[in-house]
């Protein structure tokens, strides 16, 4: 497991000086939506300020469509695409990016997204205010304007009862463990926030260490989120910054759950990782057990009531998937790349 990485890992020695800000969007497959992101920053960039995209092997010419809008849309002074040779998820695809560049700021940005007119310069103002803040992130809305839930509770082995059970009397009487997604027009302290956008200072790095690429994709924001206060910061929900957010645009594992539809292998393997990792493999199997309990309940439901189905198909076994070896790599994670093995900036 990536638990910490000193500096020296970060960046090589001998390095240039950091950079004031560095921008990561992780594309994989997703050319267009990383270049309406690119064309959103356009304008509002501070000097100092460098944008890397993180072509995760997409393999379909992303990374060429890609650096050639940069060189036609006049980006090539602050914007380079990095390739990988893999896609080892996003995790490994960010921490490439991390390691590469060194900054005094960094903000990661979902390819899926597209930057309002003075977000960056809002989170990088709070970090720079906020010694105490280890991460921050933005509001975020949809192409409407509408606001989505960007704060989160951590989740526990007994959440898992409520989320299967989908039953409002469950969820009344495990409350300390219902999960409830919200958004503010006022600054939050949640417990975590999705890495579709956050903000964090260089020194981050040399405390906590890069993100977990043992998780391919999903809940290595969860755990990131832990670990950064269990080292002592706080992270801080800025709604003065807003970003759209195009859900679901860059992964269909979140359409797919409103429809109910399976969730690919790295979902469970995923979330197999996180309840093993921060409550043992003891909480693991009470995760399960909890969600089997709660499932009883939906499905009882369903049938007296005829209900449309509380939970994705092939959930009952998948959630078993790696849980006697919770640390097993991703059957979709090759090893992640160190920067000074393969990857390079794309020549344009």
Request: neutral net charge.
């Amino acid at each position: 497991m990536t638990q910490r990485a000193p500096l020296d890992d970060v960046a090589p020695s001998g390095a240039p000086e950091p950079i004031a800000l560095a921008v990561v969007i992780l594309n994989y497959r997703t050319a267009q939506l990383t270049a309406d992101c690119l064309d959103s920053m356009a304008g509002q960039l501070e000097p100092g300020t460098q944008v890397i995209v993180v072509d995760n092997a997409s393999g379909d010419g992303s990374a060429e469509r890609i650096a050639q809008h940069i060189t036609q849309r006049g980006f090539d002074g602050w914007a380079r695409v990095l390739c990988s040779p893999v896609n080892g998820g996003f995790a490994a695809g960010n921490n490439l990016a991390l390691r590469a560049v060194a900054a005094r700021v960094y903000i990661l940005l979902n390819s899926d997204t597209l930057v309002r007119a003075g977000a960056l310069a809002e989170l990088r103002r709070v970090l720079d205010e906020r010694p105490d803040v280890g991460l921050v992130g933005p509001s975020f809305e949809d192409g409407d304007g509408v606001l989505l839930e960007s704060c989160h509770d951590t989740p526990h082995p007994l959440s898992e009862l409520v989320r299967a059970a989908n039953t409002g009397l469950v969820a009344a009487l495990l409350h300390r463990h219902a999960l409830a997604p919200r958004h503010s027009e006022l600054p939050l302290e949640p417990a975590w926030m999705p890495f579709a956008c956050v903000g964090f200072r260089r020194e981050l790095l040399d405390v906590v260490g890069l993100l977990d690429d043992g998780f391919f994709m999903y809940f290595e924001d969860i755990d990131y989120c832990l670990r950064v206060r269990q080292a002592g910061y706080k992270i801080l929900y800025w709604p003065r910054a807003r970003i759209v957010h195009l859900v679901g645009k860059s992964s269909n594992v979140t359409a797919s759950a409103d429809a109910r539809k399976r969730a690919p292998r790295y979902f469970y393997e995923a979330r197999t990782r996180f309840f093993a990792k921060h409550f043992g493999l003891s909480g693991l199997l009470l995760a399960n057990a909890s969600w089997l309990a709660g499932r009883l309940v939906s499905r009882t439901r369903e049938l007296v009531q005829r209900d449309r189905r509380a939970v994705r198909a092939g959930e009952a076994r998948d959630l078993w998937i790696n849980a006697l070896h919770p640390f097993r790599t991703s059957t979709y994670h090759p090893t992640a790349p160190r920067v000074d093995a393969a990857p390079k900036a794309l020549e344009r």
